[in-house]
């Protein structure tokens, strides 16, 4: 079995790592820390683990990692991780870090939408950890950085299409909407309940931090500058995603093509699901899970076509998405502790 450490367990992206991993054939919990909760048991700060996890959360120290695990996840806000994780990897762990600290391989895009890095020597090794598209890459990767929600449900639509070549990479826009848990656990006034109840918003508009982590990987993908047009939406519910995605097709395109192309570029990935034409993506039918959920319309009277993915913000957008990592990274079959059944309603 191997041994998994949280850092920041007692966060949303953290707990839904716990949860996760409580359940994980191939794992076993072995610290949890929580600044804020350090002393306390996590099924306490978390009562629907009762008789699952009664693990005390501690504060941080890398030398009880570093002798307590053999990989480390780090789910904490940007910033701090690259304090840490120098220390952490020298000792030989594995770490996936959940925050944008170790999402780019350059340190001027970093630090345009963060801060100053100060692991700089760490980012040209790290690995972009969406799992679909860079599988063998993760797989020998000692550190990796998980993908935001938002770039998540932009890019598994759109890497395939863009690959082919069927689509211009130069048109691009995409508008997605988020349950409230995005925000995290901290308290702040935009996510307070009477300031989201009851409203539909967007913001941060052409703004938002993840906007160059999309644009880096798009071009990286396209092999030429591509600049997506994103804006971003807040919705009252707790969690899911939804993107909806307009492009101007490179050629002649029908429907045949984009299902051939999504079929075989997806095929044998136990995650990512083709909605039938005649339906299209729904959070609620992946809600606790890690799926993501594709739909398309090709709209020939205005040349474009649309697409649609919805994934669970906290799993396919965050810890789903780096246990899915720390199974390739570990060897273990990639579907370990991640095949929870959709909520029929």
């Not at 539909?200 to 047009?229: C, G, W």
């Not at 709209?299 to 913000?313: G, H, K």
Request: aromatic share 8%.
């Amino acid at each position: 079995m191997s041994r998994v450490a949280i850092i920041g367990a007692t966060g949303y992206a953290g707990a839904e790592l716990v949860r996760i991993l409580s359940g994980h054939p191939e794992t076993v919990l072995t610290v949890l820390t929580s600044r804020q909760y350090a002393g306390v048991r996590f099924d306490r700060v978390y009562p629907a683990m009762a008789g699952l996890v009664d693990i005390v959360c501690e504060e941080y120290s890398a030398d009880r990692i570093c002798n307590e695990a053999d990989i480390v996840f780090m789910a904490l806000p940007h910033q701090l991780p690259m304090a840490f994780v120098p220390d952490i990897i020298k000792h030989g762990l594995k770490v996936i870090d959940l925050s944008a600290d170790f999402r780019f391989n350059d340190a001027a895009v970093y630090e345009s939408a963060y801060q100053p890095h100060t692991a700089k020597e760490l980012l040209k090794s790290c690995v972009y950890g969406l799992s679909e598209i860079y599988t063998d890459q993760i797989r020998t990767a000692q550190l990796i950085g998980n993908p935001g929600c938002y770039p998540t449900s932009v890019l598994l639509p759109l890497i395939p299409l863009i690959k082919q070549g069927l689509l211009d990479p130069a048109t691009l826009v995409a508008d997605a909407k988020s349950g409230v848990s995005g925000a995290g656990r901290s308290l702040s006034q935009a996510s307070h309940y009477c300031e989201v109840n009851e409203s539909f918003k967007a913001y941060k508009v052409a703004a938002h931090r993840h906007n160059p982590e999309m644009d880096s990987i798009l071009s990286r993908e396209a092999q030429k500058p591509v600049s997506i047009t994103f804006v971003p939406h807040l919705v009252p519910m707790t969690r899911g995603m939804l993107t909806t995605i307009y492009a101007t097709p490179a050629a002649a395109l029908n429907v045949q093509d984009i299902v051939d192309c999504y079929t075989s570029f997806y095929s044998r990935r136990p995650f990512i699901r083709l909605c039938p034409s005649d339906g299209q993506p729904d959070t609620l039918h992946v809600r606790g899970t890690n799926y993501c959920d594709i739909g398309f319309k090709l709209d020939d009277r205005n040349n474009r076509l649309i697409l649609i993915s919805v994934i669970d913000n906290l799993v396919k957008g965050a810890a789903g998405q780096a246990v899915q990592n720390m199974n390739l990274m570990m060897g273990f079959d990639e579907t370990d502790g991640l095949l929870h059944v959709p909520l029929p309603l």
